[in-house]
């Protein structure tokens, strides 16, 4: 049976796109099977993201949070959600018509005004 569609999901022209961008597997891994479907997985990241929810708080007819987390963890720290972005983004500007490399940055940087003492020193006489 098929959950009802969120609307932070795939389309099925999205997950194509994605799995396109999706690194190679490193080679002489294996391991388990999985559990629950990729595309799943990648769903309750967006619907998280997408609502703001708490790991925990996501609905019970996705994967189960600590697996969502754990994916999510281990694609952060290893590069995957880097690599996804950085493809897509050459994608996007590639049918834009655009280098794939942007040859202009934009900087921006605001000045906060702070003591020059720090520590205990900084604090008024009658909170010491």
Known sequence: MQRPAYPSDLS?????????????????????PRKYPLREVVN???YQARTGCSWRSLPHDLPPHAVVW??????RDNGTLEHIHATLRDQVRAQAGRERAPSAAILDSQSV????????????????
């Open 113 to 128: 005004k702070t003591t020059e003492k720090g520590g205990q020193k900084a604090l008024m006489p009658g909170r010491k």
């Open 12 to 32: 099925d022209g999205q997950w194509q796109q994605l799995q396109a961008a999706w690194p190679p597997p490193p080679q002489g891994r294996s391991g388990r």
């Open 44 to 46: 309750a990241l967006l």
């Open 70 to 75: 754990e994916h999510f963890r281990r694609w």
